[in-house]
C-alpha cells in the first residue's frame, strides 16, 4: 500500500514511540527484578561505548563545555552529492556507447549577433510538399541499434557498457560518418541519396512511437567546398519556428580549436513542411513533418555536430553543481542533496538556498520558491534559464543577497535525467510525459514528480509558498512568456499575473502579451495547477 508523506512520517513516529515505550518498560522491570544488577550493565554500556567507536564511524566527538560528546553522524550518504562526476545509467537494451564528446566551447556565446534566416522572396513551401515519400531511396550509411525490449526493464553503469570510439576524422572516400550512440544525443538512421545529399530519420521516444523533435548526432570525414543537404523526414509538429527564420545549431572541433567559436546557428534554404510519410502513432490522414537545409562544411576532414538547441546533459548539470559545491563562498548558503533517484536510477539534485539563519523564528518567518526545469529533455533551453538563475541567486550582487535574506529557494534543475541521458524529446523511460502526470503520480513511476509535490505538502507545513515555476520551451513561439492558473477565489484573483507583469517591466525579453492564464482541460495534469 503506498502512503503519503504525512502518514508514512506519522507511523514511523508511533512505532518509535511505541519502541521507546516498551524498551523503558523493560528496563523498569529489570530494576524491580534485580537492583545490583543495573549498575554492572550501566558500566558495561560507558565501556561499550568507547569500545564501539573503534569499530564504526558513525560516532562522532564534539566538544561541550569542555568535554568530549558523542552523538550519531549524520548519515549524508544517503541523499549527498558525490564529490565528482557520476556516469549515467542507461537502460538494459543499449549495449554500446559512445564517449560524452568534449565540446570545449559548448557554454560559449558566438561574439557576434545572429541574423534570421531569410526565405528568399517567391519561395514557395507548397512546392515542397508531397516530396519526401515512404519509399526509400538510396543507401544507409548510418543506424541505430534496435532496442531489444518494448518496455523499461532495468538499467545498468555505463562501466558495464561496451564503449565504442568515435569514427575517424577523415577517410579516403567522400561519404560522411555519423554517429550518434553518446549521451543526450538522438538520430536514428542517415541514408545517402545523392553524392551530397542525406535523408535523416529521428529516434522516437524510447519505448513510443511518437515524440520527434529533438536532435543531436555527430558528422566526420567532412569535405569542405560542396554544398551539402540534409532532410529529416519524420518530424510530427505541423508547425515550426524553422519557418520563422531559426536556424539548425553546428559546432566544428576546428572552429573551437583555431578560432575559439563554439555553436552557431548556421544554413540556408532551410524549409519545414508536410511530406506524403502517413503517421504511425494514430489513425487517419495524418501525415509527417520535413525539415531541410543546406549546408557547406569549413573544413576537410572535421568533426562536426548538428543539434536542434544547445545541448545540455546530465553530465554538463554535475559539472555545474561541483563548481558550485567546490566555492567556499557560495557553500554556505547552499546546500546540495539527491531528492531521489529516477526509474532509471539516476540522481535527481536538489538544491536549497537562503542565507542560515540565527534563530529559529527567524527561519520559519521566510516565505519559499520553488523552481523546477527540464521535465522535458528536449527543452534544453529550460537548463540555461536554470543555470543563469542559479548563478544569479547564488551571486555576490546585492539583489541576490536580498532574496537569500528573505526566501528559501528550492531549486531541481534536471527533473527527467533519464530522458536527457538518452536523447528523448519528451519522455522518461516509463514512455511516459512526466508533465502530464502531476495530478496522481505513482511513486515507483515517476519519482521525481512525486517527490517534488511531497516536498512541496513538507513545506506548506512550515512556510508559506509564494511562487512555483516550471522553467520549458516553446518549439514554435518566440522571446520569454509565462503560463499560469487562474484565480477563481474573489481574494485572489488577478494574483497570478502580478509576478508575469513585473517581469515585463525588468526586461524587454520577457512578452506579458505571449502570457496564458486559461488553462485547457489537457494541461490539468500538468505542473501548471499542480
Not at 557520476?86 to 537494451?93: A, C, D, F, K, S
Not at 576546428?254 to 555553436?263: D, F, I, S, T
Not at 509558498?465 to 518566440?478: F, T
Request: hydrophobic content about 30%; proline content about 6%; overall charge positive.
Amino acid at each position: 500500500m503506498d502512503l503519503s508523506s504525512d502518514s508514512a512520517d506519522s507511523l514511523a513516529l508511533s512505532e518509535a514511540h511505541e519502541w521507546g515505550y516498551e524498551k523503558t518498560r523493560l528496563w523498569e522491570q529489570d530494576e524491580s527484578n534485580s537492583e545490583k544488577e543495573v549498575p554492572a550493565r550501566r558500566r558495561s554500556s560507558t565501556i561499550s561505548l568507547k569500545d564501539v567507536n573503534s569499530r564504526t564511524t558513525q560516532l562522532v566527538f564534539g566538544m561541550q563545555d569542555g568535554k568530549r560528546v558523542p552523538k550519531l553522524k549524520e548519515p549524508r550518504s544517503l541523499y549527498c552529492v558525490p564529490r565528482d562526476v557520476v556516469l549515467p545509467r542507461w537502460p538494459v537494451g543499449i549495449d554500446t556507447v559512445c564517449p560524452k564528446p568534449d565540446l570545449s566551447h559548448n557554454h560559449t556565446p558566438p561574439p557576434f549577433n545572429e541574423e534570421f534566416y531569410k526565405r528568399p522572396s517567391g519561395a514557395n513551401l507548397r512546392l515542397l510538399e508531397k516530396v519526401d515519400t515512404d519509399k526509400h531511396e538510396g543507401t544507409v550509411v548510418y543506424q541505430l541499434p534496435l532496442m531489444r525490449f518494448p518496455f523499461y526493464t532495468r538499467s545498468r553503469p555505463t562501466a558495464a557498457l561496451e564503449v565504442c570510439p568515435f569514427p575517424l576524422a577523415q577517410y579516403d572516400d567522400d561519404v560522411l560518418r555519423f554517429e550518434s550512440r553518446f549521451e543526450c544525443a538522438n538520430l536514428f538512421r542517415a541514408r545517402r541519396v545523392g553524392p551530397y545529399e542525406y535523408e535523416l530519420e529521428l529516434r522516437w521516444d524510447y519505448f513510443t512511437m511518437k515524440h520527434t523533435q529533438w536532435f543531436y548526432f555527430r558528422v566526420s570525414n567532412t569535405k569542405a567546398g560542396p554544398t551539402y543537404k540534409f532532410t529529416i523526414i519524420n518530424l510530427l509538429k505541423s508547425g515550426s519556428l524553422y519557418n520563422e527564420g531559426m536556424k539548425p545549431l553546428f559546432y566544428s572541433e576546428r572552429n573551437a580549436k583555431n578560432k575559439n567559436l563554439g555553436w552557431l546557428r548556421m544554413g540556408h534554404n532551410i524549409h519545414y513542411y508536410k511530406n506524403n510519410i502517413r503517421r504511425k502513432d494514430c489513425k487517419g490522414e495524418r501525415y509527417q513533418y520535413s525539415l531541410t537545409w543546406q549546408f557547406q562544411f569549413p573544413y576537410n576532414g572535421d568533426v562536426c555536430y548538428f543539434s536542434h538547441c544547445y545541448p545540455y546533459s546530465y553530465t554538463d548539470l554535475q559539472k555545474d553543481l561541483l563548481e558550485i559545491a567546490n566555492d567556499a563562498v557560495k557553500s554556505q548558503y547552499v546546500k546540495q542533496r539527491i531528492l531521489c533517484h529516477s526509474l532509471g536510477g539516476n540522481m535527481v539534485h536538489l538544491l536549497t538556498v537562503t542565507t542560515p539563519s540565527t534563530h529559529l523564528t527567524e527561519a520559519k518567518q521566510k516565505r519559499a520558491v520553488v523552481v523546477t526545469a527540464r521535465v522535458h529533455p528536449g527543452e534544453t533551453n529550460s537548463s540555461y534559464m536554470m543555470r543563469g538563475f542559479i548563478n544569479f541567486i547564488t551571486g555576490s550582487s546585492p539583489d541576490a543577497k536580498v532574496l537569500r535574506d528573505n526566501f528559501v529557494f528550492k531549486i531541481v534543475p534536471m527533473l527527467n535525467p533519464d530522458g536527457v541521458i538518452v536523447g528523448n524529446y519528451r519522455s522518461s523511460l516509463a514512455a511516459r510525459d512526466l508533465n502530464r502526470n502531476y495530478k496522481n503520480p505513482i511513486k515507483d513511476a515517476y519519482p521525481s514528480i512525486w517527490s517534488v509535490k511531497a516536498m512541496i505538502r513538507r513545506m506548506l507545513t512550515e512556510r508559506e509558498v509564494v511562487l512555483y515555476c516550471d522553467l520549458h520551451g516553446h518549439s514554435r513561439k518566440m522571446n520569454v512568456f509565462m503560463y499560469g492558473c487562474e484565480n477563481k477565489e474573489p481574494s485572489l484573483r488577478l494574483q497570478e499575473r502580478v509576478f508575469p507583469n513585473m517581469m515585463s517591466r525588468n526586461t524587454s525579453k520577457f512578452k506579458y502579451s505571449s502570457c496564458r492564464f486559461k488553462v485547457k482541460k489537457k494541461k490539468v495534469p500538468t505542473a501548471t495547477l499542480r
